[in-house]
């Protein structure tokens, strides 16, 4: 079961940043969280991951709170290419060498012109 | 970046066949692989684990006789829908990640571009 709830949808004027919340609030101390978004008939594709500091790549920055109960995804400048659905995902198995994720519904972010 | 290669992209075959789904991790090794199906206006569900040179491990309702997994080699992981049928269509997904070797890697997972199935 997805250990993350998120907003179903948020709307953001195109050029302005998006925000997107995820409240992980059961995240365990060696536990990740990471960021993917889908775009319509497409795989998700990876947009960023952390475990308690703030992290900034080219797509993105994530910051998660001091108590890692949540996060948020921001995206600076939003564009139409950015409307998608997006994941916030906690992953299952830290006793194992990999990665078991369970998505939950995602956001459904709306960038309008 | 890591890419994974999902072939076919679209099947659409009759029911009662068996359709064979390939997913490759083209430029990293993956000893583990991912199945997931995907509904219309759903999330992504995760159907099973397929572990390189073992049994694959599958979720809780999944069928394991209904969908086979085989991972043969480090780079290749195969779903094949047993006699298909209309309820099985649906957006089939993998995906992989790059393992360090270690517990807890923190590796994020790459996602193949899906294989959309429509049995008719």
């Known amino acids: 079961d997805a250990k993350t709830t998120q907003p179903p949808s948020m709307d953001c004027a195109e050029g302005r940043a998006a925000n997107l919340p995820c409240n992980h609030s059961?995240?365990?101390?060696?536990?990740?969280v990471y960021w993917y978004r889908q775009i319509h008939s497409q795989g998700p594709q990876y947009i960023i991951h952390?475990?308690?500091n703030n992290e900034t790549n080219e797509m993105a920055s994530l910051i998660i709170t001091e108590d890692r109960k949540s996060s948020t995804l921001i995206l600076p400048h939003a564009t139409l290419r950015d409307t998608a659905v997006y994941y916030c995902?906690?992953?299952?198995?830290?006793?194992?060498?990999?990665?078991?994720?369970?998505f939950g519904s995602g956001t459904k972010l709306n960038v309008k012109p | 970046g890591a890419v994974v290669s999902q072939h076919p992209s679209r099947v659409i075959c009759k029911s009662g066949t068996s359709v064979k789904i390939e997913c490759r991790s083209l430029?990293?090794?993956?000893?583990?692989m991912f199945w997931y199906r995907q509904f219309p206006k759903q999330s992504l569900m995760l159907m099973a684990t397929?572990?390189?040179?073992?049994?694959?491990?599958?979720e809780q309702g999944v069928e394991k006789d209904k969908f086979l997994i085989n991972h043969a080699s480090l780079t290749l992981s195969t779903l094949t829908v047993t006699s298909a049928h209309p309820e099985d269509s649906s957006f089939y997904i993998c995906?992989?990640?790059?393992?360090?070797?270690?517990?807890?890697?923190?590796?994020?997972?790459?996602f193949g571009d899906g294989t959309r199935l429509s049995i008719l």
């Open positions: 995906s992989a990640s790059l393992q360090i070797g270690t517990l807890g890697s923190n590796q994020p997972q790459h």
């Open positions: 952390g475990l308690k």
């Open positions: 430029d990293f090794q993956a000893t583990t």
């Open positions: 059961t995240i365990s101390g060696n536990e990740y």
């Open positions: 397929s572990n390189e040179g073992s049994k694959a491990t599958y």
């Open positions: 995902i906690v992953r299952v198995g830290v006793e194992h060498n990999f990665n078991k994720f369970y």
